[in-house]
């Protein structure tokens, strides 16, 4: 009787180690993927040994119900002891294998910052259907945007930033309607930006900067009514500042320095809930609307290096609060008003202008 009870025990946890661990299709998938990279100076990929890739592989999380890999998390940049007993961060080179592509139960995949890992995103990525976050920041990806990527409905994270990323945004990025944080920062991504953008109606924060996208800015970006964060700058985006920018009720950054933007600044931009704007280095005109007042507060509004005439609004004065302010290289005429925001000023917020006079530059 004790021989079956103890045949039984065996068998009874035989069986629950196999249901406990990772799905053998998992493992060999995480190991083909890991035969694509090489990572020399911290050994991350030692503890990738014996058959449950769900327990202690670093940076790969499983379900716990189905026991299937959900997350792939490798950052070169970490707080992570295995760093920090390195004294240095992460480097890798090689490529994302497809092979990642047949952990069909992924929910995200972070492989960012490692500075040396090349080749393309693997277009098989957009057929994962539970993908929620894919950061790849930070390494020397190069390829374009796969343009199967819309459909990807459960994607809240795209991060490809800091990569050497090329051709035009596919079209159908906006049919991930369930995207909040878009980073496409330093790459070589070229073309318009898609005039439907304003589908993604999720979306939080918008960073595009660094890059060689063209034409106008699309107007239905005003209709992302959660947008808080919109950064174009570095570009070569040319037309004017849609006016309806200024009417979105929770944009509080806007940065369209460094493009190609002619016409006026619409009032609306500056009496509106954006705190952080930069508009330097594009071909501005006219006047500076005089609409400041008490909702006006700005940590930043940077409008140097454009073509604006004209006085310095006296309305500036009723501001609630003005951080930094720069007019600099422009045509700007006329006193400077007295006290604040200008009495904290220095001289540079007003040189290389037709003919500014006052306190912090010479007397009038």
């Not at 906006?174 to 070229?190: A, C, E, G, Q, V």
């Not at 930069?278 to 008490?294: M, Q, T, W």
Request: hydrophobic content about 40%; aromatic content about 8%; overall charge positive.
């Amino acid at each position: 009787m004790k021989e079956v009870f103890s045949i039984f025990l065996l068998l009874l946890l035989a069986f629950i180690s196999t249901v406990t661990s990772c799905a053998p299709s998992d493992r060999a998938a995480l190991l083909a993927f890991k035969a694509a990279l090489y990572e020399p100076y911290l050994g991350i990929f030692k503890s990738w040994t014996g058959t449950d890739c769900c327990h202690n592989w670093y940076g790969i999380s499983c379900d716990p119900e189905s026991n299937r890999v959900a997350d792939i998390n490798l950052r070169g940049e970490s707080e992570d002891p295995i760093f920090e007993r390195a004294h240095r961060t992460g480097f890798m080179t090689g490529f994302i294998s497809p092979e990642i592509c047949k952990l069909t139960h992924l929910s995200s995949i972070t492989i960012a910052d490692w500075k040396g890992i090349t080749g393309e995103i693997p277009k098989c990525i957009a057929t994962l259907p539970f993908l929620r976050i894919l950061d790849l920041i930070g390494n020397k990806i190069s390829g374009e945007i796969p343009a199967g990527i819309g459909r990807l409905q459960r994607l809240t994270v795209l991060n490809v930033a800091d990569n050497q990323i090329s051709g035009k945004i596919p079209p159908s990025l906006t049919n991930l309607s369930s995207l909040m944080h878009l980073d496409l920062r330093n790459n070589k991504i070229s073309g318009p930006i898609p005039t439907n953008f304003g589908r993604l109606r999720m979306l939080s924060r918008a960073l595009l900067s660094g890059n060689q996208i063209r034409g106008p800015i699309s107007g239905s970006i005003s209709q992302i009514y959660r947008l808080a964060d919109l950064d174009l700058s570095m570009n070569q985006i040319s037309g004017v500042i849609p006016p309806s920018l200024g009417k979105m009720a929770v944009l509080a950054t806007l940065n369209l320095d460094c493009n190609k933007m002619t016409g006026t600044i619409p009032s609306t931009i500056l009496n509106s809930s954006i705190g952080n704007l930069n508009l330097s280095r594009n071909a501005l005109e006219g006047k500076i609307p005089d609409v400041f007042g008490p909702r006006s507060y700005f940590m930043v509004i940077d409008l140097s290096h454009n073509k604006f005439k004209g006085p310095i609004p006296r309305s500036l004065s009723a501001a609630s609060y003005i951080g930094h302010l720069d007019l600099s290289y422009n045509h700007l005429c006329g006193r400077i008003p007295p006290g604040e925001p200008f009495d904290h000023l220095e001289a540079s917020s007003f040189l290389y202008n037709d003919c500014l006079c006052g306190k912090p530059l010479r007397a009038c």
